[in-house]
Nanobody
Framework: HVQLVESGGGSVQAGGSLRLSCAAS????????IGWFRQTPGKEREGVAY?????????????FYGDSVKGRFTISRNNAKNTMYLEMNSLKPQDSAMYYC??????????????????WGQGTQVTVS
């Protein structure tokens, strides 16, 4: 049974950077697609980035990003460490949110559909001022 724990959140000034980590335990994570989502009070959970499972039919992993973070955020994974990352640069106040990592089995459903993810971390807060 996969469990996820996020870390790396904090407070940063606009224009700064943070790197979030998502450590997996209970199972190797390579066969899971990993998404990063964020949520602010009163709003729906928003898909930020996604990386496809490793070892698929494509020559490399596929990545997808929300329009608001393209060019600023980078998702990556280190299967040897069972850890995923979200590098966030040029942060803006509107990036402030609770950030969650989530895992799902290989799926053809669009990447940013939160109900498709069966495993979630507890979240880490990011505040940009």
């Amino acid at each position: 049974h996969v469990q996820l724990v996020e870390s790396g959140g904090g407070s940063v000034q606009a224009g700064g950077s943070l790197r979030l980590s998502c450590a997996a335990s209970g199972s190797t994570i390579g066969s899971y697609g990993i998404g990063w989502f964020r949520q602010t009070p009163g709003k729906e959970r928003e898909g930020v980035a996604y990386i496809s499972p490793s070892g698929g039919m494509t020559s490399g992993e596929l990545t997808f990003y929300g329009d608001s973070v393209k060019g600023r955020f980078t998702i990556s994974r280190n299967n040897a460490k069972n850890t995923m990352y979200l590098e966030m640069n040029s942060l803006k106040p509107q990036d402030s949110a609770m950030y969650y990592c989530a895992a799902r089995r290989p799926s053809s459903v669009v990447w940013d559909r939160a109900p498709e993810f069966g495993v979630w971390g507890q979240g880490t807060q990011v505040t940009v001022s």
